[in-house]
């Protein structure tokens, strides 16, 4: 048993930091999942949501923290039972989650109305790892194999502090399974340069300090330290589809092999006065008199380009194309002018004027109204205008309230947070 408790911490200690190092990366894209769960439709936990983004940098570093802790041995009754319940609750999370798209399909297939809302994805790995809600629900069944085990051994004070040598032993195959994963499965080398630096900070602090916590409480610091540098500059990785050398016409394509849909119609249809029933592929009956109705249902679900949603809209037309066909053009983000942060959008009147002035076309992306886009441009003095995109996909483009986003040709070359506008080079 001792031999699956050191498996056990190995594992949940390494998963638990580069979860946890992911979405410190991202905190605000996983403040906007926080706040998807709390919707009126979906948990009705709507006086949440004006905390999501502290509670997203609580959870994160938390993670990450007590990811230390099980490795180092470090408060192990504490430890081991807020990470017992951190993983029932996501372990319930997602069972709702997959639990909530099954009862939407099945509602979908007896041509009845559901009004519950559905998130489609935990964010569990941010957009590192995307997994559908039941591998998730899998995902977590899995690991409650090794923390319920971790729990029972850590309330009983089974999990002593390592020692020096059990120190090394644990850092060094800790780090080995980060970089499987965070290298391997993910493509983030800096998965394993933080664990480095932290573990050898817990490290030194543990064996020249009395007592756990300020070996903890610099584990903690350090994560910290990397979530606002994250919070104050973009995240250090890109995930998403809009990252710098990726082409926006591109991934709005689907590839020549991606995966076509599976689904099967159900034909009601009348032949020689009699009605019957006929499911297939989509070719229909050879044979009928008249065709009553015809239902569908996707037994596998297709691929989907990995820009699905974005636009370019005037009142009048779309002018997605476009603007994306042009040879030098800046996007200032705003996916809520009225949420919008005033410093930043001091800067933009400055940036438009530098922009032009080396042959650039500028433009404004934002999902607020008619209203407030003349009010903005008049407040600020703002010589370009705003166009029409959806505040979702706006939130997804950059992790800025203003961002700027340069293209040429749908091609990123830059991308900055309003914080660093100066580093724009024209």
């Not at 080396?358 to 903005?376: D, F, R």
């Given at each position: 048993?001792?031999?699956?408790?050191?498996?056990?911490?190995?594992?949940?200690?390494?998963?638990?930091?580069?979860?946890?190092?992911?979405?410190?990366?991202?905190?605000?894209?996983?403040?906007?999942?926080?706040?998807?769960?709390?919707?009126?439709?979906?948990?009705?936990?709507?006086?949440?949501?004006?905390?999501?983004?502290?509670?997203?940098?609580?959870?994160?570093?938390?993670?990450?923290?007590?990811?230390?802790?099980?490795?180092?041995?470090?408060?192990?009754?504490?430890?081991?039972?807020?990470?017992?319940?951190?993983?029932?609750?996501?372990?319930?999370?997602?069972?709702?989650?997959?639990?909530?798209?099954?009862?939407?399909?099945?509602?979908?297939?007896?041509?009845?109305?559901?009004?519950?809302?559905?998130?489609?994805?935990?964010?569990?790995?941010?957009?590192?790892?995307?997994?559908?809600?039941?591998?998730?629900?899998?995902?977590?069944?899995?690991?409650?194999?090794?923390?319920?085990?971790?729990?029972?051994?850590?309330?009983?004070?089974?999990?002593?502090?390592?020692?020096?040598?059990?120190?090394?032993?644990?850092?060094?195959?800790?780090?080995?399974?980060?970089?499987?994963?965070?290298?391997?499965?993910?493509?983030?080398?800096?998965?394993?340069?933080?664990?480095?630096?932290?573990?050898?900070?817990?490290?030194?602090?543990?064996?020249?300090?009395?007592?756990?916590?300020?070996?903890?409480?610099?584990?903690?610091?350090?994560?910290?330290?990397?979530?606002?540098?994250?919070?104050?500059?973009?995240?250090?990785?890109?995930?998403?589809?809009?990252?710098?050398?990726?082409?926006?016409?591109?991934?709005?394509?689907?590839?020549?092999?991606?995966?076509?849909?599976?689904?099967?119609?159900?034909?009601?249809?009348?032949?020689?006065?009699?009605?019957?029933?006929?499911?297939?592929?989509?070719?229909?009956?050879?044979?009928?008199?008249?065709?009553?109705?015809?239902?569908?249902?996707?037994?596998?679900?297709?691929?989907?380009?990995?820009?699905?949603?974005?636009?370019?809209?005037?009142?009048?037309?779309?002018?997605?194309?476009?603007?994306?066909?042009?040879?030098?053009l800046v996007m200032i983000v705003s996916y809520s002018l009225e949420k919008s942060e005033a410093e930043?959008?001091?800067?933009?009147?400055?940036?438009?004027?530098?922009?032009?002035?080396?042959?650039?076309?500028?433009?404004?992306?934002?999902?607020?109204?008619?209203?407030?886009?003349?009010?903005?441009?008049?407040?600020?003095?703002?010589?370009?205008?705003?166009?029409?995109?959806?505040?979702?996909?706006?939130?997804?483009?950059?992790?800025?309230?203003?961002?700027?986003?340069?293209?040429?040709?749908?091609?990123?070359?830059?991308?900055?947070?309003?914080?660093?506008?100066?580093?724009?080079?024209?």
């Open positions: 048993m001792k031999i699956f408790i050191t498996i056990s911490r190995l594992i949940v200690g390494s998963l638990f930091i580069v979860s946890g190092l992911i979405k410190c990366n991202d905190t605000i894209g996983f403040s906007y999942k926080l706040n998807d769960y709390f919707a009126h439709d979906v948990l009705n936990l709507e006086f949440l949501i004006p905390y999501s983004l502290l509670l997203a940098v609580c959870i994160c570093v938390v993670e990450i923290v007590l990811g230390v802790a099980v490795l180092f041995g470090l408060k192990s009754k504490l430890s081991t039972t807020l990470i017992l319940l951190m993983m029932l609750f996501f372990t319930w999370l997602t069972w709702y989650t997959s639990s909530c798209l099954e009862a939407q399909d099945a509602a979908g297939r007896l041509g009845e109305e559901f009004t519950k809302n559905c998130v489609s994805d935990c964010g569990c790995f941010g957009d590192a790892l995307k997994l559908k809600p039941k591998e998730s629900f899998y995902k977590d069944l899995f690991l409650l194999i090794f923390t319920i085990p971790l729990f029972f051994f850590g309330i009983k004070n089974k999990i002593p502090k390592n020692t020096k040598k059990e120190d090394w032993f644990y850092m060094i195959t800790s780090l080995i399974l980060i970089f499987a994963f965070g290298v391997l499965v993910i493509g983030w080398w800096f998965t394993v340069i933080f664990s480095i630096a932290l573990f050898a900070l817990v490290y030194v602090i543990k064996n020249n300090v009395k007592g756990d916590w300020l070996a903890l409480l610099g584990a903690y610091l350090i994560s910290l330290a990397f979530t606002y540098y994250c919070l104050q500059n973009l995240p250090l990785k890109d995930f998403r589809a809009y990252k710098i050398g990726d082409n926006f016409q591109e991934n709005m394509k689907l590839p020549a092999d991606a995966q076509k849909a599976v689904t099967d119609y159900i034909w009601t249809y009348k032949l020689n006065g009699e009605e019957k029933t006929f499911t297939d592929r989509g070719r229909g009956p050879a044979e009928y008199d008249e065709i009553i109705s015809v239902e569908t249902h996707v037994i596998e679900e297709g691929d989907v380009p990995k820009i699905q949603d974005f636009t370019i809209e005037s009142e009048d037309e779309d002018l997605t194309q476009q603007f994306l066909e042009t040879d030098k930043g959008m001091e800067q933009l009147k400055a940036l438009a004027d530098k922009a032009k002035a080396q042959g650039y076309t500028v433009i404004g992306l934002t999902a607020s109204g008619e209203a407030k886009k003349q009010e903005v441009k008049a407040t600020y003095n703002l010589d370009f205008d705003f166009y029409l995109c959806d505040e979702k996909v706006l939130k997804t483009v950059v992790r800025a309230n203003p961002g700027v986003v340069v293209l040429e040709k749908g091609t990123v070359t830059q991308k900055e947070h309003w914080n660093n506008i100066d580093d724009l080079e024209f």
